[in-house]
């Protein structure tokens, strides 16, 4: 069977992929996503554009394996939003989303081969209302500095949400399960 690479080094993707009962490794994709933001691309192609060229870094370097890259973008009132690095930035996001909607979008592509599988799926996040002190308590508990929208879904930040409406609810934390499963399959992955 073939190997199959995860381009990330994110826990909680890798705690998702361990789900499948598959054997992977791990490995941090070289990819200047700055530069790709400021090409001005529409929000879900930039998210597509980010899981292929993760994915093609690590297949470059790995051409028999199967190589699985991911990638999301949080957006808000036509904006991205960034990781806040912040407490002030992280609560200036939390605080203008209170009670609105947000859509987050999340794309998975997977080499083999030379043949490129990609999903992109788009999860409408309707945030509670918060008041100040709910924010700042969850800042401080979360701490979600590093994370688009300044909110950890597969943590606490599950808590500030009304409700979540996407086609795969894996998705939202990173990796779309079902797809996933399905892609591996048709490459002879054995899933289940």
């Not at 490794?25 to 929000?43: F, I, M, N, Q, Y």
């Not at 870094?57 to 957006?75: E, K, M, N, R, W």
Request: with cysteine; glycine share 6%; proline share 3%.
């Amino acid at each position: 069977m073939k190997k199959i690479i995860l381009a990330s080094t994110s826990i909680y993707r890798k705690q998702q992929l361990e789900r499948l009962n598959i054997s992977f490794s791990t490995a941090a994709p070289s990819v200047d996503e700055d530069t790709l933001k400021a090409k001005g691309l529409d929000h879900i192609q930039l998210s597509k554009e980010l899981s292929l060229l993760k994915a093609r870094d690590i297949s470059a370097l790995h051409d028999d394996a199967i190589v699985i890259g991911g990638d999301q973008v949080a957006s808000f009132n036509q904006t991205i939003l960034s990781k806040p690095k912040t407490k002030q930035r992280a609560f200036e996001q939390l605080k203008s989303m209170a009670g609105k909607e947000h859509q987050l979008i999340t794309s998975l592509a997977v080499i083999c081969g030379g043949q490129e599988y990609v999903y992109t799926g788009i999860a409408k996040m309707k945030m509670r209302q918060l008041t100040d002190s709910q924010i700042v308590r969850y800042i401080d508990i979360d701490e979600p500095l590093h994370s688009c929208g300044s909110y950890r879904l597969e943590a606490l930040g599950i808590s500030l949400f009304e409700s979540v409406d996407c086609e795969d609810y894996t998705s939202i934390i990173g990796i779309p399960l079902m797809w996933t499963a399905r892609t591996l399959s048709i490459l002879g992955v054995p899933v289940p």
